[in-house]
């Protein structure tokens, strides 16, 4: 990947980053080999590591067709982006709606140089992206509302995100989200549940001097949807989410999710 010397030390190449760690998982080519290793590290701790992350973008792909489609949901907010790939909600979205509206928050240097990418809208829609640490929900709102209209439902986007913060602390971030936006709205949101195995991940992870990604009871995953309406099939693996008929035959991961309706 050639980027110029300043974006270079603004992404700090020689430290393994979250971002481009997931985009090793899910056979992108936006990565450094410090990120490489530290995603094999992981692998090797926990094997099951790419199903994860492939279910993951699987798993958005089907909730945004569902939303766009069945809900009527013409308005997105992906919270915690990443890197560009093939599916992005944009294009999964527009391509059901064209008239879709989408605004992508990130607050990685490496995505914000990709953003070009992000915000290729159809003629119709509209995309946008905000630099800001999903953290700092009103400002995320705020700077969203210049793009989505929030008098009117939107769909609120946090897939294997929150691990970035602790349990109880992600539960109350999803309510400052979902408190921002009218009713009518919807939550999507997975994460990765705790098993022996994810633990053993979680701390192989940890050993790449980066920030902690914490995995989670399901309960705590659960917990962001109180006071909304899940939608069928409910909450559990999201390999097992509405699985379109070439993945009848998915296997369960050890990532657990739902869509919910406020």
Not at 55 to 64: G, P, Y
Not at 107 to 121: G, M
Not at 147 to 164: C, I, K, Y
Not at 200 to 222: M, N
């Amino acid at each position: 990947m050639n980027n110029s010397p300043e974006l270079e030390a603004r992404i700090k190449s020689g430290i393994p980053h979250s971002a481009r760690v997931w985009n090793y998982w899910i056979g992108g080519k936006d990565h450094y080999p410090v990120d490489q290793a530290l995603g094999d590290q992981v692998i090797a701790s926990y094997p099951q590591t790419r199903d994860l992350a492939l279910a993951s973008r699987a798993f958005q792909a089907r909730a945004v067709q569902y939303l766009a489609g069945e809900a009527g949901i013409t308005q997105f907010l992906d919270i915690g982006t990443g890197l560009p790939v093939q599916n992005s909600t944009h294009e999964v979205a527009q391509g059901i709606e064209p008239k879709a509206r989408i605004v992508y928050v990130d607050n990685d240097p490496l995505v914000l140089a990709h953003a070009r990418a992000l915000l290729t809208s159809a003629p119709d829609g509209m995309t946008n992206y905000v630099h800001a640490d999903m953290l700092d929900a009103e400002r995320v709102l705020q700077e969203a509302a210049e793009t989505l209209d929030m008098t009117q439902p939107v769909a609120v986007m946090v897939l294997s995100t929150l691990g970035h913060v602790d349990p109880q602390a992600g539960i109350d971030l999803m309510r400052r989200y979902m408190a921002g936006v009218a009713e009518g709205s919807h939550l999507v949101l997975c994460d990765t549940v705790a098993t022996k195995a994810t633990l053993a991940a979680q701390e192989a992870y940890a050993s790449g001097d980066t920030p902690p990604y914490l995995v989670r009871r399901p309960e705590e995953i659960l917990a962001s949807a109180e006071g909304m309406e899940l939608v069928s099939p409910g909450f559990g693996s999201i390999s097992l989410w509405r699985p379109n008929p070439d993945e009848a035959s998915a296997e369960p991961v050890d990532q657990w999710g739902f869509v919910a309706r406020k």
